[in-house]
């Protein structure tokens, strides 16, 4: 195999990337609910992936109880269903969540509202 020569501009800018701390990539609509899925995934140190996964482990259940908490009472833009949709959930999960006392929620939206 032969070695990829870089410039000396490539070079900077690779280990510009290299030493920024990104976690999450930007998502294409702001506020939206990737947007805001994000802010709670920084919240409770948890990924996207593991948020939107089939565990039912304590910290992601807080964190997806917050997250429809954000939505429905905050947000005001999308329903239970579109909720699910996203979290891939059945729209019964939103509802039950809904029930549940919010364990951060404002917390997380006041810290990320004022940005």
């Known amino acids: 195999m032969s070695e990829i020569e870089f410039t000396e501009q490539e070079k900077r800018k690779l280990k510009e990337l290299a030493n920024m701390d990104i976690i999450y990539p930007v998502p294409v609509v702001g506020r939206g609910l990737l947007d805001w899925c994000i802010h709670v995934c920084k919240f409770y140190n948890i990924s996207v992936e593991e948020f939107k996964s089939p565990k039912r482990d304590k910290h992601l259940f807080r964190a997806r109880v917050d997250f429809t908490h ?34 951060a929620a404002e917390t997380i939206f006041i810290e990320n509202n004022a940005s």
Do not use: C, E, S, W
């Open 70 to 103: 954000i939505i429905l009472n905050y947000v005001q833009r999308y329903n239970g269903n579109q909720i699910a949709k996203f979290m891939n959930r059945d729209h019964t999960t939103i509802l039950h969540q809904k029930r549940q006392k919010p364990f």
